[in-house]
């Protein structure tokens, strides 16, 4: 079985600041991991996706994320934020190769930025 | 440009009545979902479809029907069923059934009962 916890609701930083979203799983098979963001009143976009090869994955705007086994984590990191960053972010685990049926999406966090 | 297109953006249904929600895809992808997203959750699993002329239900069936009669076109009624269904609800799409490759979602429909 899998599930996935998104530790914070609401995260706020301020602009050119760090931002960092965290992301814990559980996953009885190797798991495929996604991060998606949506802003108000649209659909989600894929920021990147982690499914067996770099640990470290780099995504769209500036965003990484960085698959660690160990710790079962999958945190969102961006170095500097940009006003435009403010959205909604939803962590995403499945298990590798398993029925599309079966993706289980994190309640999200919500990322606000100070100016 | 290839991608999801629903509609309408926002639709209001009386109590009783049945609505549907529509979304077309031509980026050729096999396989279609149905979301729906509350304040505060994830994303539910409502309906999908692998290929033509199948679909099978998600956790959050109950009230809900669809169809899949063309690759491109996979709408969703909802029902006077569906006891609570004022929510934002998105469409997706995959080139496949597994997982590997990520979802293409939708713009969203906003659905309010009044």
């Known amino acids: 079985a899998q599930s996935v916890t998104q530790l914070d609701s609401h995260v706020s930083v301020s602009e050119g600041t760090p931002v960092l979203l965290r992301c814990n799983y559980s996953?009885?098979?190797?798991?495929?991991l996604f991060w998606y963001v949506q802003h108000p009143n649209k659909g989600l976009q894929l920021l990147l996706k982690y499914t067996s090869a770099a640990t470290l994955v780099k995504g769209i705007n500036g965003f990484e994320a960085e698959f660690k086994k160990s710790e079962t984590s999958f945190h969102l990191t961006k170095p500097s934020a940009h006003m435009s960053d403010a959205a909604e972010y939803f962590c995403v685990v499945t298990a590798r190769y398993s029925s599309a049926s079966k993706i289980i999406f994190g309640s999200g966090t919500r990322l606000s930025i100070r100016p | 440009d290839g991608g999801i297109t629903q509609s309408p953006k926002y639709l209001f249904r009386k109590e009783g009545q049945n609505v549907t929600l529509s979304c077309e895809q031509n980026?050729?992808?096999?396989?279609m979902y149905w979301y729906r997203q509350d304040p505060g959750q994830g994303l539910r699993l409502i309906y999908y479809s692998q290929i033509v002329n199948d679909f099978q239900k998600g956790d959050i069936a109950e009230g809900y029907s669809v169809s899949r009669e063309k690759k491109e076109s996979f709408p969703l009624t909802v029902t006077s069923a569906q006891k609570n269904p004022t929510a934002f609800y998105l469409c997706?799409?995959?080139?496949?059934?597994?997982?590997?490759?990520?979802?293409?979602f939708g713009s969203g429909t906003r659905l309010t009962v009044v």
């Open positions: 996953s009885s098979y190797s798991p495929s």
């Open positions: 980026l050729n992808h096999d396989a």
């Open positions: 997706a799409s995959s080139t496949t059934f597994t997982t590997n490759y990520g979802y293409t």
